[in-house]
């Protein structure tokens, strides 16, 4: 006889078919940025997160097998325990620097970083007040920590002011993505963080999309402007932009320490490998170079010329000012078919439906990437014209 948990499995899978949103994976072979090999056919690949095709870049590449030759394939314990090889901290103090902060962790993925870093700041006493459109991996931090969670309107810092009037709590802390990975849209950090001093609450922003791709040493959103930058945790991934793996957070010299001693995701979790970290350290030369920063400028161009173009004739490509290209149809089965039909044409561009983004925003996320060349967009434009707009 099935248990209560077997039959909600069996209710959920069934529910996610009927709705069109059953998920499964694909086996997509990485071949360049822009190519891949899925079913056995070669496919323009406009899903991929390797923004400034650096997964592939020879000192990427080089540096990680190096490190994975000198060090190992395993960091074989957690950072407290004896997975802190010298060089690693080295890495650390130059993250600090290109972001322009006291002090940097790494720690596993994007996903760890914004879980324990969140619930560490906040807890059963704290508010959080989050952008309904934030990354899963922020929320799941915010409801991990207990904190009174208050998500406001999408980039609607009017509801924001409010909440923050409004909350008896003495600790606050406001959580943003910086560039929203499935709009594309940025927020207004300059009035996040004036909202911060004005509420003397924390700002946790979560640069994932921005790194690499967008700062004058590719350091993702700068925060130059900030007079106080102690008030400010910035969390970053060096898996999309650039071309490797892990993420930082990076803040005042006490707040680092206080992670060190507190975050359980940084704590209780074997250090990334070795190779990842020589991935990381390559990757950080090359986004600070003059040709990357270059090439991030025509890829920011690239994808802006090409929404002007879709807009025009009608595509509803929402707010993006970034190389991620909302195609927002609404209906979950609508994007499913359509992604099958850009697959016939040759193109993987992967349908995003709810619970990813809100019900009735289902969609073709784009990600333009620099190793896309000219004919690859006009091919894709040409594609994506031929769709019926409603
Ligand atoms: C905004 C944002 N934050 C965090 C993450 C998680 O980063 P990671 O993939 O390194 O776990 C993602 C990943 O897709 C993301 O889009």
Redesign the pocket.
């Known amino acids: 006889m099935k248990n209560p948990i077997q039959k909600r499995i069996d209710l959920f899978l069934e529910e996610r078919e009927k709705s069109g949103t059953f998920r499964s994976l694909r086996e997509v072979t990485p071949i360049s940025a822009s190519r891949c090999e899925f079913r056995g056919n070669v496919y323009v690949n406009f899903s991929s997160?390797d923004y400034l095709a650096l997964s592939k870049h020879p000192r990427i590449v080089e540096e990680s097998l190096a490190w994975t030759e000198k060090f190992g394939a395993s960091s074989s314990a957690s950072r407290l325990v004896c997975g802190t090889i010298p060089e690693c901290v080295g890495i650390e103090m130059e993250i600090a620097r290109w972001k322009g902060f006291e002090k940097a962790i790494i720690l596993?993925?994007?996903?760890?970083?914004?879980c324990g870093a969140i619930s560490a700041l906040a807890g059963r006493k704290s508010a959080i007040f989050a952008d309904k459109l934030?990354?899963?991996?922020?929320n799941a931090g915010c409801i991990q920590s207990g904190a009174d969670f208050k998500r406001f309107a999408h980039l609607d810092y009017e509801n924001l002011g409010r909440f923050l009037r409004n909350s008896q709590s003495e600790e606050k802390l406001i959580v943003s993505?910086t560039?929203?990975?499935?709009d594309g849209d940025m927020a207004d950090i300059e009035k996040l963080y004036e909202l911060s001093e004005k509420y003397n609450a924390i700002l946790y922003l979560?640069?994932?999309?921005a790194t690499g791709v967008f700062g004058s040493r590719g350091e993702g959103s700068s925060l130059d402007f900030a007079d106080d930058k102690s008030r400010i945790v910035a969390?970053g991934?060096?898996?999309?932009g650039m071309g490797a793996?892990?993420?930082y957070l990076a803040g005042s010299e006490k707040i680092i320490a206080f992670f060190i001693n507190a975050c359980q995701s940084f704590i209780y979790s074997t250090a990334l490998p070795p190779a990842a970290y020589g991935a990381i350290k390559a990757g950080l030369e090359l986004v600070q170079s003059a040709e990357i920063r270059l090439s991030a400028k025509k890829l920011i161009e690239k994808s802006s010329r090409f929404v002007s173009d879709l807009r025009v004739k009608g595509f509803n490509c929402g707010n993006t000012g970034t190389q991620i290209i909302p195609l927002i149809f609404g209906d979950s089965m609508r994007v499913a078919g359509i992604s099958e039909k850009l697959l016939g044409d040759g193109i993987l561009a992967i349908p995003i439906r709810p619970p990813t983004v809100p019900e009735g925003g289902a969609r073709i996320r784009l990600s333009f990437n620099a190793g896309h060349e000219d004919g690859d967009i006009m091919f894709l434009k040409e594609k994506i014209l031929s769709l019926k707009v409603d």
């Not at 596993?108 to 914004?114: H, I, K």
């Not at 560039?179 to 499935?182: A, D, L, Q, Y």
């Not at 979560?206 to 999309?209: F, L, S």
């Open positions: 997160n596993g993925s994007g996903y760890l970083a914004n934030n990354h899963a991996s922020l993505d560039v929203f990975s499935m979560d640069d994932a999309h969390m991934t060096f898996s999309k793996y892990g993420a």
